[in-house]
């Protein structure tokens, strides 16, 4: 491992101790708890995110010790005007936490749950979902909210919003259940915020993409846990006679997750995922919780789970594409879309319509699933109004490429793609879900932040004057 001894201000670049000797425009980097590096194999790791379609080679990478190191190092980039990303798990798909020739953040090496209890889990940034959920089950407890994929890290969704079709349709996303945050801000202040304490700095580094602040350590609402998980799934030929079935069940609440995991151009393109946890010997009544529905709903079939296993059954299907499938170093360019209420059947049978083979690939797939959009408070979450109906629909199309490797063209069709169906959904109050592949130009973060523009601007200029974090996105 090569070690960084400092940073030549006038070669713009981190330089070894020995270098530095010959430096006459040497600054020293602090003295850490963890380590501050730039071998070749930690720079290509950090060059580059799960969608392999951006890439840009940081010039040094830390693994903090502490949160201090973190504190330190943001500090000293700030002085000395030295971009910084913090990156997680690298589940994202559009160079979000790539930075060029600056520093990255390795935050999975700050990874201790502090605690867990009913009031609540105290974890780091750098905690996967995956093990908080685990440690929580053992209380009875779980998460209120659940990404899909659960090997990713909790200051990671919570920058990004997150959401999931695994857990409760009805309860708003990861960020609407963060009781405190401990954030390190651009100039390097660490601070705890709070809807009481420091509430704007709390408001901007939820779903605020990084561009405030590096969230460090986050007191997360935990639930009672049921033992069991029940789905039941039912085809659909159609597509309106899906969303009238999956409106009735949504309006009346008695499922725990609703969605469908669709598959264009087959005979069934559209197959409802209703699942009801329950405890062990809790049996759920089938003609009870679908009644009233079409009748294809007859031939509804179900399959039991564990409640751990049910909710790892994304990231199961993941770890055993990228084990068997090299999945990891496929192109991703997915798109990821909120649909207001009164318009997302219109505007899914229309995608539908337009998808050839190419625009999932052999291993990609689509997610279509309600949210109550009265469970969604933070403002840089953005969403529809709420104008059309109580709900909001996420409608992804989760492309991956045939081959493995870097693809170019492929990833530039894809994008083209993707950024007509941000048109289509504007056009009908839709809104980006700011994860997937779509290149947006400064025009579009306006739109998308809208009535929120300005006071984001506010923030960023508060808490992170000298323009240095996070930049991947491109927002400002």
Known sequence: MVLVAGFDLVARQWVTEAAAADSTSFAAAPSLDGTLTFDAESLAANAHDQGNIVFRTPCAVLRPGSVRDIRKMVAFCSDHGIEVAPAGA??????????????????????????????????????????????????????????????????????????????????????????????????????????????????????????????TRATLDLVPAKQSARTYRIGYADIPTFFQDIRVLANRGEFDSLGSIPQPGTAQPLTLWATVFHNTGEVPDASHLLRGLSPVADTAAFEDYGYLDYISLVTDMYDAFAANLDWDAKVKPWSDLFLPDGAVEEYVEAMFASLTPEDLGPTGFGLIFPMLRSSYGRPLLRLPSGASGPWVWLVSVLTDSARSGPDPDFASRMMDRNYRFYQDAAAVGGVRYPHGACAFTEADWQAHYGSMWTRFVSWKNEYDPNGILTPGPGIF
């Open 90 to 215: 690298h589940h994202a798909m559009f160079g979000q936490p790539l930075v060029s020739g600056g520093l990255v953040i390795e935050t999975r090496s700050l990874n201790t749950v502090h605690s867990i209890g009913t009031d609540g889990a105290d974890v780091d940034a750098g905690v996967l979902w995956k093990d908080l959920i685990e440690a929580a089950y053992e209380q009875g407890l779980t998460p209120a909210s659940i990404t899909s994929y659960t090997s990713t890290t909790v200051g990671g969704t919570l920058s990004m919003g997150g959401i999931g079709m695994m857990s409760s349709y009805q309860v708003g996303a990861q960020v609407d259940h963060a009781q405190r945050l401990q954030v390190v801000t651009g100039e390097g202040h660490q601070k705890w915020c709070s809807d009481t304490q420091n509430s704007d700095l709390f408001e901007a580094a939820l779903a605020g993409l990084g561009q405030c602040g590096v969230i």
